[in-house]
């Protein structure tokens, strides 16, 4: 089980539990300065309520808000969630789930994706995604985030669109149209050179924006279109309805294996920028000292704490500001001048 987060998300984790048996992983941190806490869950197939208790005994020690994502292996109305007409008996495991949700405030919508009632008023969308990875349909829910925290952004060259003959001619056209729209003997080729490097900079942007919003509509229009055909399917269980679900499926691993591959390939030219070489110490020095330079949290002058960049920098600002300002009046010190 995982609890994946992207790199540049305001999240700074706290601290993190796992269930020895590989059943939960629960994450708890500060998402900017609001506290949350991620936990992923996978229930055994056996009608086992004790797993669900332990599960929030170790989540019950973070304080909420909760999200709360996974298989829990269970339906908790056995009218909605079953395809079949025949009543079933309620299992001990979702009777267990409902006690807690009852007792700790939680909220699902969309089969079992559990949050708190606090995030209920920041929930965007939750909706089921194609079913093209595994037999699983993916679940999504989308949170409004209240602080929007950013880091730095660093661009970097995309070297798999080397590859591409178009992106190289459309380079190649650039550079020559640039160099000789610049022939000017007025300007100094320091000059020159920063104005072609921004140039060729917003044009390898463009294109690689470009891309990167036809790879998605491709992708938005290939799931929509399985969606479909998976609707139709369960209305009419015919070859050809099969066949549709079959070939959209081939289309969309088509398309995340090239996505996955283009993030391996990044892996790895990092993992070889910082491999064994002459500045790799330099390197590794670099980067501890830009991590025990790190700020996370400031205590304030009203004895509360703050996460926030703002808050961080308006605190030194103020600091620094009173510390090199003059304690001095304007008359005793031209007094003192003159004495």
Not at 33 to 48: E, G, R
Not at 192 to 204: D, H, M, Q, S, V
Not at 265 to 292: H, M, N, P, T, V
Request: charged residues 20%; glycine residues 4%; negative net charge.
């Amino acid at each position: 089980l995982l609890v994946l987060l992207h790199i540049d998300s305001p999240f700074h984790c706290l601290s993190q539990v796992t269930d020895p048996t590989g059943r939960f992983v629960i994450v708890h941190g500060r998402w900017g300065a609001k506290p949350v806490s991620f936990a992923s869950i996978y229930a055994p197939n056996v009608d086992d309520p004790s797993v669900i208790q332990n599960f929030v005994l170790q989540l019950a020690q973070f304080p909420s808000p909760w999200v709360i994502g996974g298989d829990f292996n269970c339906s908790l109305d056995t009218l909605m969630d079953r395809s079949s007409s025949v009543q079933v008996a309620q299992s001990q495991t979702a009777k267990t789930i409902l006690a807690y949700m009852t007792e700790y405030g939680l909220f699902s919508h969309i089969d079992l994706f559990l949050i708190s009632s606090l995030l209920c008023h920041q929930v965007q969308a939750c909706e089921f995604l194609s079913r093209f990875i595994s037999d699983h349909s993916p679940i999504r829910i989308q949170l409004e985030a209240q602080e929007e925290l950013q880091g730095l952004y660093r661009w970097r060259l995309d070297p798999h669109l080397l590859t591409r003959e178009e992106f190289v001619g459309e380079i190649k056209s650039a550079i020559q149209e640039f160099f000789q729209l610049n022939q000017s003997p007025l300007s100094s080729p320091d000059v020159i050179w920063e104005a072609f490097k921004a140039t060729i900079c917003g044009k390898i942007i463009a294109f690689s924006s470009a891309s990167k919003k036809a790879f998605r509509q491709q992708m938005v229009g290939l799931e929509q279109e399985l969606r479909g055909a998976e609707t139709e399917l369960y209305k009419n269980n015919l070859e050809e309805n099969r066949e549709r679900v079959a070939i959209l499926q081939h289309k969309l691993n088509g398309l995340s294996s090239s996505k996955v591959e283009r993030a391996l390939l990044r892996i790895r030219s990092r993992f070889y920028a910082r491999g064994d070489k002459a500045g790799k110490l330099l390197a590794w020095q670099l980067r501890r000292e830009e991590a025990d330079r790190l700020i996370p949290a400031i205590r304030l002058p009203d004895d509360t704490t703050s996460c926030t960049s703002e808050a961080i920098n308006e605190t030194f600002q103020n600091y620094y500001s009173v510390l090199y300002s003059t304690q001095y009046e304007e008359e005793s010190m031209r007094g003192s001048m003159l004495s």
